[in-house]
């Protein structure tokens, strides 16, 4: 069974609100083991939904609709329903009482337009909302299931796994899983990459292995689908295997973890301290480090050293340095490590300069130029890259450059 999920709201289309339901309802839909093909957002425009349903109802089995089903003039979702399988709507007295008791126990009176939702096509089942206000709506369009949900999430929540889940496993849905097993690499672009693993990634497949970019972390994507969880883990497991044994050091986790929590980890098995000073970044590294729980245990502190006069007064950064290398430049980030480990009593200092624009230090040092040094009880590494983007997509990258180094540094010394 293939699906189709739909978000319905001008809110979503003008980028006001974030569609968190779509994620939500594709990776609960993952778990009972069905593919979801689309994903559709539409704004609150009677035609534009039509379409939107009768298309949806063409190519896949399965629609998820969320939003529209509200009391107000640009909740069109029932009447969209009712159109697009050409019946009329009908009055359903137990979800009008529902409705009436919900505000009554609220101690609120019902306004008349709250009437509208107990509308429901000719032909469809309610789904009951225990929560609010919106009852759902179950329904087949064409060769099309179609579940309707609020756009509330905590209300969409609970109506998928109390009342469109059980629908769902009724139609036969369940007796399988789809996982996503998720490889993050850094240090290589994404093409890069691929042209390891290009007998893994093609077309056709099995198991699906994807590969996506973000701000230089680069994640294979690994799907299968099996009867049960394990069962698919063993799909995944030898397509990992692989996929490590030619990236080498540049998989830095497996799941969720990001190169911050990497790096904890790594420094509170080593029992170790770290610091960083940072211009280009101007604290963006020991925030990410921040953001880990027990972060306190390894996190020692950082310098802000945007300008030279602080990595001179601060850093003790020579003027002679300076003037000679500029401050941005190898020999000063190395000088801010060393120095900042040594004022902050650390094992480790991380020292990050670099030009994130509009200005730039010439020819040699474009805008995007970034030099890196970590420093600690192994002896220095340093590393230098010229990275695209905008100002903040630098910034960002700069700092995942130097979390790899600390990463790479403490492999290499374990």
């Not at 003039?73 to 709507?89: F, H, Q, S």
């Not at 469809?124 to 759902?136: K, R």
């Not at 990595?311 to 002679?320: F, I, N, Q, R, S």
């Not at 230098?384 to 979390?403: C, S, Y």
Request: charged share 20%; aromatic share 6%.
């Amino acid at each position: 069974m293939k699906a189709e999920i739909i978000s319905i709201g001008t809110e979503i289309t003008s980028g006001q609100n974030l569609d968190t339901n779509s994620q939500w309802l594709s990776q609960q839909l993952a778990e009972i083991g069905c593919s979801v093909a689309f994903h559709t957002t539409v704004g609150d425009n009677f035609d534009d939904n039509i379409d939107v349903f009768r298309t949806a109802s063409r190519r896949v089995n399965l629609v998820l609709a969320t939003g529209g089903l509200g009391p107000t003039l640009d909740d069109l979702t029932r009447d969209v329903l009712a159109k697009a399988a050409g019946v009329e709507l009908q009055f359903h007295e137990p979800s009008f009482r529902h409705i009436e008791q919900l505000f009554a126990s609220r101690k609120r009176a019902m306004p008349e337009r709250n009437r509208i939702q107990a509308l429901f096509p000719i032909g469809s089942e309610p789904l009951e909302n225990p929560i609010g206000t919106a009852p759902g709506i179950w329904m087949k369009i064409g060769n099309a299931h179609v579940a309707a949900m609020p756009g509330v999430p905590t209300e969409m929540h609970r109506m998928y796994f109390e009342q469109v889940r059980p629908r769902l496993s009724h139609l036969g849905l369940g007796d399988s899983v789809l996982i996503e097993r998720r490889i993050h690499t850094f240090g290589a672009g994404e093409s890069a990459v691929e042209e390891k693993l290009r007998d893994l990634t093609r077309r056709g497949a099995v198991p699906e292995v994807g590969i996506t970019a973000s701000d230089a972390t680069i994640t294979l994507r690994i799907i299968a689908k099996a009867a049960t969880v394990s069962d698919a883990e063993a799909i995944c497991q030898p397509v990992e295997h692989t996929i490590r044994e030619r990236l080498g050091n540049l998989v830095y986790s497996v799941g969720t973890d990001e190169l911050h929590d990497v790096v904890i980890a790594q420094l509170r098995d080593a029992g170790l301290t770290i610091a960083t000073a940072e211009s280009v970044t101007a604290g963006l590294v020991a925030h990410k480090l921040a953001n880990v729980p027990g972060a306190s245990a390894c996190l020692r502190g950082g310098i802000v050293c945007y300008d030279s006069l602080i990595k001179e007064k601060w850093l003790d950064v020579p003027v002679a340095m300076l003037n000679e290398h500029s401050a941005v430049s190898a020999p000063v980030a190395e000088a801010i490590a060393a120095s900042v480990r040594t004022k902050m009593c650390s094992d480790i200092g991380v020292g990050v300069v670099g030009y994130a624009g509009p200005t730039f230090g010439g020819p040699d040092k474009p805008v995007g130029a970034v030099f890196v040094t970590v420093a600690g009880p192994f002896g220095n590494r340093s590393a230098t890259f010229i990275w695209p983007g905008t100002r903040v997509e630098i910034q960002v990258r700069a700092a995942k450059m130097a979390l790899n180094l600390v990463r790479l540094y403490l492999m290499e010394k374990r």
